[in-house]
Protein backbone atom coordinates (compact mmCIF):
# COMPACT_ATOMS: atom_id res chain seq x y z
CA UNK A 1 0.00 0.00 0.00
CA UNK A 2 1.37 3.39 -0.78
CA UNK A 3 0.89 6.21 1.92
CA UNK A 4 0.74 9.98 0.77
CA UNK A 5 1.49 12.51 3.17
CA UNK A 6 1.44 16.36 3.23
CA UNK A 7 3.31 18.73 5.38
CA UNK A 8 3.78 22.43 5.54
CA UNK A 9 -0.11 23.80 5.83
CA UNK A 10 -0.93 26.44 8.75
CA UNK A 11 -1.99 29.87 9.04
CA UNK A 12 -0.75 32.73 6.63
CA UNK A 13 -1.86 36.63 6.52
CA UNK A 14 -2.86 37.72 3.28
CA UNK A 15 -0.06 38.15 0.56
CA UNK A 16 2.16 35.93 2.45
CA UNK A 17 3.60 32.88 1.88
CA UNK A 18 3.30 28.65 2.46
CA UNK A 19 5.70 25.67 1.43
CA UNK A 20 3.26 22.59 0.95
CA UNK A 21 5.36 19.17 0.76
CA UNK A 22 3.77 15.53 0.03
CA UNK A 23 6.26 12.32 0.37
CA UNK A 24 5.54 8.86 -0.58
CA UNK A 25 6.02 5.67 1.51
CA UNK A 26 4.97 2.08 1.15
CA UNK A 27 5.16 0.42 -1.37
CA UNK A 28 7.39 1.42 -4.29
CA UNK A 29 5.42 2.48 -7.32
CA UNK A 30 6.36 5.35 -10.27
CA UNK A 31 3.82 8.06 -10.69
CA UNK A 32 3.77 9.33 -13.90
CA UNK A 33 1.79 12.84 -12.10
CA UNK A 34 1.39 14.14 -9.41
CA UNK A 35 -1.12 17.11 -8.46
CA UNK A 36 -2.37 19.28 -5.82
CA UNK A 37 -6.30 19.51 -5.13
CA UNK A 38 -7.87 21.62 -2.44
CA UNK A 39 -11.38 22.06 -1.05
CA UNK A 40 -12.96 24.66 0.41
CA UNK A 41 -15.73 24.17 3.20
CA UNK A 42 -19.23 23.49 1.43
CA UNK A 43 -17.42 23.81 -1.83
CA UNK A 44 -16.06 20.77 -3.68
CA UNK A 45 -12.80 19.32 -3.99
CA UNK A 46 -10.98 21.31 -7.28
CA UNK A 47 -8.38 21.00 -9.31
CA UNK A 48 -5.36 23.27 -8.20
CA UNK A 49 -2.00 22.20 -10.47
CA UNK A 50 -0.21 19.79 -12.13
CA UNK A 51 3.36 18.15 -12.78
CA UNK A 52 3.48 15.34 -15.23
CA UNK A 53 7.34 13.66 -15.66
CA UNK A 54 8.13 15.40 -18.71
CA UNK A 55 7.83 18.50 -17.14
CA UNK A 56 4.81 19.64 -18.34
CA UNK A 57 2.80 21.82 -15.19
CA UNK A 58 -0.43 23.01 -15.34
CA UNK A 59 -2.32 25.75 -13.20
CA UNK A 60 -5.73 26.36 -12.55
CA UNK A 61 -6.58 30.07 -13.17
CA UNK A 62 -7.46 30.90 -9.63
CA UNK A 63 -3.73 30.22 -8.88
CA UNK A 64 -1.93 31.12 -12.01
CA UNK A 65 1.58 33.40 -11.07
CA UNK A 66 1.36 32.52 -7.51
CA UNK A 67 1.59 29.16 -6.80
CA UNK A 68 4.46 26.81 -8.18
CA UNK A 69 4.56 22.95 -8.28
CA UNK A 70 7.99 20.84 -8.14
CA UNK A 71 9.02 17.58 -7.40
CA UNK A 72 11.02 14.46 -7.49
CA UNK A 73 9.65 11.76 -9.95
CA UNK A 74 12.43 9.30 -8.55
CA UNK A 75 11.71 10.04 -4.87
CA UNK A 76 8.02 10.16 -5.14
CA UNK A 77 8.10 13.99 -3.15
CA UNK A 78 6.41 17.18 -4.58
CA UNK A 79 6.16 20.17 -3.08
CA UNK A 80 3.50 23.52 -3.30
CA UNK A 81 4.89 26.87 -3.38
CA UNK A 82 2.24 29.31 -2.30
CA UNK A 83 2.94 32.95 -2.69
CA UNK A 84 0.82 35.95 -2.71
CA UNK A 85 -2.40 34.02 -0.63
CA UNK A 86 -5.28 35.47 -0.82
CA UNK A 87 -8.60 34.54 2.37
CA UNK A 88 -9.92 32.58 -0.57
CA UNK A 89 -7.51 29.74 -0.84
CA UNK A 90 -8.56 29.15 2.61
CA UNK A 91 -8.76 24.92 2.44
CA UNK A 92 -8.23 21.58 3.00
CA UNK A 93 -5.31 21.14 0.13
CA UNK A 94 -4.56 17.16 -1.24
CA UNK A 95 -1.75 15.83 -2.90
CA UNK A 96 -1.85 13.06 -5.65
CA UNK A 97 -0.14 10.88 -7.27
CA UNK A 98 -1.26 8.52 -10.16
CA UNK A 99 1.00 5.83 -12.05
CA UNK A 100 -1.17 4.87 -14.93
CA UNK A 101 -5.07 3.57 -13.42
CA UNK A 102 -3.57 3.54 -9.84
CA UNK A 103 -3.76 6.42 -7.75
CA UNK A 104 -3.31 7.50 -4.24
CA UNK A 105 -4.13 10.51 -1.97
CA UNK A 106 -3.00 12.26 0.83
CA UNK A 107 -4.83 12.86 4.10
CA UNK A 108 -4.83 16.94 3.24
CA UNK A 109 -3.62 20.05 5.16
CA UNK A 110 -5.61 22.91 6.10
CA UNK A 111 -4.25 26.23 5.03
CA UNK A 112 -6.14 29.50 6.41
CA UNK A 113 -5.34 32.58 5.31
CA UNK A 114 -6.36 35.84 7.09
CA UNK A 115 -7.36 39.11 5.64
Known amino acids: QVQLVESGGGLAQAGGSLRLSCA ?17 P ?3 REFV ?8 TYYADSVKG ?3 IS ?3 AKNTMYLQMNSLKPEDTA ?6 AQG ?5 G ?3 QVTVSS
Open 24 to 40: ASGRTFSANTMRWYRQA
Open 42 to 44: GKE
Open 49 to 56: TSLWIGGS
Open 66 to 68: RFT
Open 71 to 73: GDF
Open 92 to 97: IYYCYA
Open 101 to 105: LKDYW
Open 107 to 109: QGT
